[in-house]
């Protein structure tokens, strides 16, 4: 660790998409702080230095890991009971270590009342960055294609209430250059919310097929009742609030809510994002 730390600060760099961008920085010559709870899984980036911080809810932890940030990118926390507490709680240690600039990863129709429930607690952060004073920008994400795989059941069904919705599903890769190109040039996307979706929307009947095409054996897709998703999903132990993610994941698209295809990734970034059978093709 240099004496003196990177202005720009990256949580989430142990996950996928935090990963990712922080890995674009460093092969864009970016110096950057990676805000991490345990180093020894923090990857060695050139230019990056690594700071520990146990979790968002640790307030005085994290003002010290962010003093002297400028920009801070925010990863969401692991869904919990408790994670828009977290975040508020994060976000009121930026303030107090005087940062500049968070940079949010949301979703999207992120609202008080939004059928997915998790998008609930982003509505609810982003209300609380903004009242914060904090500069802001809001990367909405749509729900990763990268998991459309693991939809399939063993049986080569995938199953919820998804019914004829569509949804504009987005790959990780591409969240994260969005974010990356974002972090590169702050000023320029401060107070802009950007919608990360892909090329198309979906239903799930499309999803099947193109799952088909590309792995060579039969999936289809069946449209379970609301209560059917719920039985079914029991089978995994769980507590309700996850329960009723996991269900309200078809039920958004059912609403439409999910449906919105967005040119922001090309917009910022200047390349299209990646279509389902595009990043199955280059898995």
């Not at 005085?60 to 940030?69: F, P, S, T, W, Y």
């Not at 009242?131 to 693991?150: C, E, I, K, V």
């Not at 060579?216 to 995994?236: L, M």
Request: proline share 5%; charged share 25%.
């Amino acid at each position: 660790m240099t004496d003196v730390l990177p202005t720009l600060a990256v949580t989430g760099a142990t996950g996928v998409v935090g990963g990712r961008v922080a890995e674009l920085l460093a092969e864009a010559g970016v110096a950057q702080r990676l805000l991490v709870r345990d180093p020894d899984r923090a990857p060695h980036l050139s230019g990056a230095s690594v700071v520990v911080i146990p979790s968002y809810g640790d307030g005085e932890a994290a003002r010290h890991a962010l003093r002297g940030v400028d920009t801070l990118f925010m990863v969401s926390g692991t869904e919990s009971p408790d994670r828009v507490d977290q975040h508020r709680t994060f976000v009121d240690a930026a303030v107090r270590a005087d940062v500049g600039h968070v940079v949010y990863t949301s979703f999207v129709s992120a609202a008080p009342d939004a059928v997915f429930t998790f998008a609930r607690d982003h509505h609810a952060t982003e209300e609380h960055i903004k009242a914060s004073g904090l500069g802001w920008t809001f990367l909405r994400d749509n729900f990763y294609l990268d998991f459309m795989p693991g939809f399939v059941g063993d049986d080569g069904v995938i199953r919820g209430p998804a019914a004829d919705g569509r949804c504009a599903m987005v790959a990780r890769a591409d969240v994260a250059r969005t974010a990356a190109a974002v972090l590169r040039d702050p000023d320029a996307h401060r107070g802009r919310t950007h919608e990360i979706t892909g090329p198309q929307a979906l239903t799930m009947t499309e999803v099947a097929e193109i799952l088909s095409a590309a792995e060579g054996r039969p999936i289809t897709f069946h449209n379970e009742t609301v209560e059917e998703a719920y039985e079914s999903r029991r089978k995994y132990p769980a507590a309700d609030w996850e329960y009723d993610a996991w269900v309200s994941t078809y039920t958004a698209i059912a609403a439409g809510q999910m449906a919105e295809v967005s040119g922001d990734v090309e917009t910022v970034t200047g390349t299209p994002p990646m279509s389902l059978a595009e990043f199955l093709a280059g898995r």
